[in-house]
C-alpha cells in the first residue's frame, strides 16, 4: 500500500522508460519471484481479493443485521461505536471490491477514480484505527469507573468523540484526494502507491504515525484493562486467575492490533522487500483486505449480544427451538398413547 520509491525498483517510475528498459526492468522484477506466483495471473490474484472482499463484506452486513433486529444496542455506547466502526470497514470492503474487480478486467487508464478510491481507503483505514482507540478508551471508562460525569455527560462525550473521529476521516480523505497525495494501484506489484514523491514523504508520515500512535495507545489501555481483570480476580480470591473467557482479549489483540501492526511493519519494509520478494505481491493487500474487518471478525463470533441477533444465527436458534417444541409435543403424544 505505501511504496518507498526512494530504496526499492517497484518503486520507480516506468513512465519514463523506453521499450527497451521497461521490458528489461519488468523481466528482472519477475525473474525474482517464486515459481507459484510467475504461474499465477493477474485474474487469479484478482478473484482472491475479491473473494475474500465480498465474504468479509457479507460478514459486516450480518453485523449489521444485529443492529437493525435489536435497536437495544444503540443505547450501549460501546456497541454504538462498534457500529460505526463497520461503517468504514464496510466501505473500504466496497473499495476493495471495486479494485478487485478492476484487477480481474485490467482496466487501464483510470487514475483519476483511483484517486478517489486510494483517498476512501486511506482515511478509512486511519479513521477505523482511531475508533478502536475509541473503544478501548470506552472499556477502559468502564472498567476503571474513570469518569466522574453522569451516565447521559458520558454517552455525550462518547458522541462527540465518534463525531470528531468522522470529521478527521472526512478531513484525511480530502487530504488524501489532493492531487500531490494521490495514491494508484499497481496492476504489477498489487500495492496501493503514491503518485509523486511528496506523496511519499508527507502522506505516507501522516497515515504510518497515526496508525502507530493510535496502535500504541489502544495497546498499552488494552494491557491495563486485562490487568485490572486479573487484579480483580486476585482480589476476589479465585482459584483460576485464566480462564476461557480470557481466550476472547488473546483473539481481539490478536486481530485488532497484532494484524494492522504487521501489516503497517510490512510497509516499512521491516520483514521482506515488496518489490523483490514474490511473498511481498500477494500477502500485504490480502493482509490489509483482512486488517480492514478484523475487528468486525471479533465482533460477530465473540460478542454474545451481537452474534445471537444475526439474521443467520438468530434464525438458526428459532428454528432450534421449533425442532425442541416439536419433539416435546411428540413425546407428549406417545406417552400419552402409551397410558391409554
Not at 34 to 40: D, S, W, Y
Not at 309 to 318: D, G, L
Amino acid at each position: 500500500m505505501d511504496n518507498k520509491k526512494n530504496n526499492n525498483s517497484a518503486y520507480i517510475n516506468t513512465a519514463n522508460f523506453t521499450n527497451a528498459e521497461t521490458s528489461e526492468f519488468y523481466k528482472e522484477f519477475i525473474s525474482d519471484f517464486p515459481n507459484f506466483l510467475v504461474r499465477l495471473k493477474q485474474s487469479d490474484i484478482g478473484i482472491v481479493h475479491l473473494a475474500l472482499s465480498v465474504s468479509f463484506f457479507i460478514f459486516q452486513l450480518l453485523i449489521f443485521t444485529s443492529f437493525l433486529n435489536k435497536k437495544e444496542l444503540f443505547k450501549k455506547t460501546c456497541f454504538h461505536i462498534i457500529f460505526h466502526h463497520g461503517v468504514l470497514s464496510c466501505i473500504q470492503q466496497i473499495c476493495h471490491i471495486i479494485t478487485a474487480i478492476f484487477t480481474i478486467l485490467n482496466i487501464e487508464d483510470i487514475d483519476p477514480l483511483f484517486a478517489v478510491i486510494g483517498a476512501l481507503l486511506y482515511s478509512t483505514y486511519i479513521g477505523s484505527v482511531l475508533f478502536i482507540l475509541l473503544l478501548t478508551l470506552n472499556r477502559l471508562d468502564i472498567m476503571y469507573n474513570i469518569s466522574k460525569f453522569h451516565v447521559k455527560q458520558k454517552e455525550k462525550f462518547d458522541v462527540i468523540g465518534i463525531i470528531i473521529l468522522y470529521c478527521c476521516t472526512v478531513g484525511l480523505f480530502v487530504f488524501y484526494i489532493t492531487p500531490r497525495f494521490n495514491v494508484t494501484f499497481d496492476y504489477l506489484t498489487f500495492q496501493w502507491e503514491y503518485v509523486h514523491s511528496l506523496g511519499l514523504d508527507i502522506g505516507f508520515e501522516v497515515k504510518n504515525k497515526t496508525v502507530f500512535i493510535s496502535l500504541g495507545i489502544s495497546f498499552v489501555l488494552q494491557m491495563c484493562i486485562i490487568g485490572k481483570v486479573f487484579s480483580l480476580r486476585c482480589y476476589t480470591q479465585k482459584k483460576a486467575i485464566f480462564v476461557a473467557e480470557d481466550i476472547k482479549i488473546v483473539i481481539h489483540v490478536f486481530l485488532c492490533f497484532v494484524t494492522t501492526l504487521f501489516l503497517e511493519l510490512i510497509w516499512d519494509g521491516m520483514f521482506f522487500e515488496l518489490a523483490t520478494d514474490g511473498i511481498g505481491v500477494i500477502v500485504p493487500q490480502i493482509l490489509y483486505i483482512f486488517s480492514s474487518v478484523s475487528n468486525s471478525i471479533f465482533v460477530l463470533f465473540f460478542v454474545e449480544e451481537i452474534r445471537d441477533n444475526v439474521i443467520f444465527f438468530k434464525y438458526c436458534k428459532k428454528n432450534k427451538k421449533i425442532k425442541s417444541k416439536i419433539s416435546v409435543l411428540k413425546t407428549r403424544r406417545i406417552t400419552t398413547e402409551k397410558n391409554i
